[in-house]
């Protein structure tokens, strides 16, 4: 699951909104004491992350698809 191309990402990565909330989320971690709950909350974080990305991607694509369907069949 991790190990999936970057061609799709560039969406998010220049998504104003979700990089502040990152940037978040990071700067509220590192206020984590205890050094592995740190890294568990993030790793556990950037899996749901990917999950959600995935999710979103395969919505993309199944607009398009509905979309240029539609377009082919006017």
Same mark, same amino acid.
């Given at each position: 699951?991790?190990?999936? /191309?970057?061609?799709?990402?560039?969406?998010?990565?220049?998504?104003?909104?979700?990089?502040?909330?990152?940037? /978040?989320?990071?700067?509220?971690?590192?206020?984590?004491?205890?050094?592995?709950?740190?890294?568990?909350?993030?790793?556990?974080?950037?899996?749901?992350?990917?999950?959600?990305?995935?999710?979103?991607?395969?919505?993309?694509?199944?607009?398009?698809?509905?979309?240029?369907?539609?377009?082919?069949?006017?």
């Amino acid at each position: 699951m991790f190990k999936k /191309s970057r061609r799709n990402k560039k969406w998010k990565e220049k998504n104003k909104i979700y990089l502040k909330e990152l940037q /978040s989320f990071f700067d509220q971690a590192d206020n984590i004491q205890d050094e592995m709950l740190k890294r568990n909350i993030i790793f556990q974080m950037l899996r749901c992350d990917s999950v959600l990305t995935e999710l979103a991607e395969n919505r993309f694509v199944d607009y398009y698809k509905l979309g240029y369907k539609k377009a082919k069949s006017e």
